[in-house]
């Protein structure tokens, strides 16, 4: 067996079952799966290509869906049209882009909490995760960016991307950037890297960036999305993909081409998670995030112990903070918080904030 494999961590959610138990909870806000309907036209357009899966789709993905997602990062950030390669939802290519860009050895660089995938795609690469800003950026081959942030919904500013940049220039590391959550926001639209590339009058050497559809036009069992920047490494991404057998069925382009080219159900979508925040955020008295779908909240007893008794006592269910995290110098930042995914129907997760705030004024 590849010995790499010994060195993955329990994922989160097999955690959560350990600690909780195998039995549903009444309200489930622990994982960040969309729960909004898919747009009609979306699924029609699906239907519609069914003929396409008769045929073996290219890695590179036709011209169309190519142009569509193109343009669409056009309109979205106002840069020039880059180049783009279609995957299997952002998942599959975060994990598969380290495999590219990574050799044995190296060092990837994590946000520390983050999103348990980079760490795993780093140790089964045969590099090792750093978590968190280091002090020393030797050795660094790539370099995980979240933004808005998975669990807590910050978005990098320019002169974060700016920092980040004049460090890849000087060590010569990848910069990926995870922007599945783009579209949830609810004032202003985040900067995206490659915006921030662009405003910075840089190129987009070293620096790929990675959405879908998942959360934007709520199709996750689609697995549809893209990657898009320095085109040298997108041309050996393509070519490890080409062996890795990745590439898109023709019926799922055809419906991500529809999904891609509308915003007015990102619109609605992006308005539903507004109300819900709205409702929820002054029964915790926390304040709004820059974007995603989560709340992360401060514990008043260690998170663990507050999700079992969250669970157990309200049936609510939440993740713990220090699942998503990793000790540093003696410290998890995710430790005394949890994320709660807003993704429940509003009535949901109202009755889930007031057993929340239920549980808090007990402690």
Not at 63 to 85: F, K, S, T
Request: include cysteine; charge should be neutral; aromatic fraction near 10%.
């Amino acid at each position: 067996m590849n010995p790499h494999l010994a060195r993955l961590n329990p994922y989160p959610f097999e955690r959560l079952r350990a600690l909780v138990g195998g039995e549903p909870a009444e309200i489930n806000l622990s994982i960040g799966e969309p729960k909004h309907p898919t747009p009609w036209f979306i699924k029609e357009a699906l239907v519609a290509a069914l003929d396409g899966l008769a045929v073996y789709p290219a890695t590179v993905g036709t011209p169309e869906l190519r142009e569509a997602i193109a343009g669409w990062l056009v309109r979205r950030y106002g840069i020039p049209a880059p180049e783009v390669l279609p995957v299997n939802g952002s998942r599959e290519a975060l994990f598969s882009l380290a495999q590219t860009v990574v050799s044995p050895g190296g060092r990837v660089v994590c946000p520390n909490p983050f999103y348990q995938i980079y760490e795993g795609a780093a140790l089964l690469a045969g590099a090792t995760p750093v978590y968190g800003d280091p002090e020393n950026w030797q050795g660094v081959q790539l370099v995980y960016a979240c933004s808005p942030a998975n669990p807590t919904g910050k978005v990098m500013s320019l002169e974060e991307w700016r920092r980040l940049f004049e460090l890849s220039d000087r060590h010569g590391f990848v910069i990926a950037a995870d922007e599945c959550y783009s579209e949830i926001y609810f004032d202003q639209a985040p900067l995206g890297a490659l915006e921030a590339a662009h405003q910075l009058k840089r190129g987009f050497e070293r620096l790929v960036v990675l959405s879908s559809l998942s959360k934007r036009s709520n199709v996750p069992g689609m697995r549809s999305g893209f990657v898009a920047g320095d085109p040298a490494i997108l041309d050996k991404f393509r070519l490890y993909r080409t062996y890795h057998g990745s590439a898109m069925s023709l019926a799922i382009q055809k419906a991500s081409i529809a999904a891609w080219n509308d915003e007015a159900h990102v619109r609605e979508n992006r308005a539903l998670y507004k109300a819900k925040f709205a409702a929820v955020l002054p029964m915790l008295a926390h304040p709004w995030p820059d974007g995603a779908f989560y709340v992360w909240l401060r514990t008043p007893i260690a998170d663990t112990q507050f999700v079992r008794r969250l669970r157990d006592e309200y049936n609510v269910l939440v993740l713990p903070g220090s699942y998503l995290g990793r000790e540093v110098n003696g410290h998890n930042p995710g430790a005394n918080h949890v994320r709660i995914a807003l993704v429940a129907p509003l009535e949901a997760c109202v009755e889930a904030a007031r057993r929340i705030r239920q549980l808090i004024q007990k402690l």
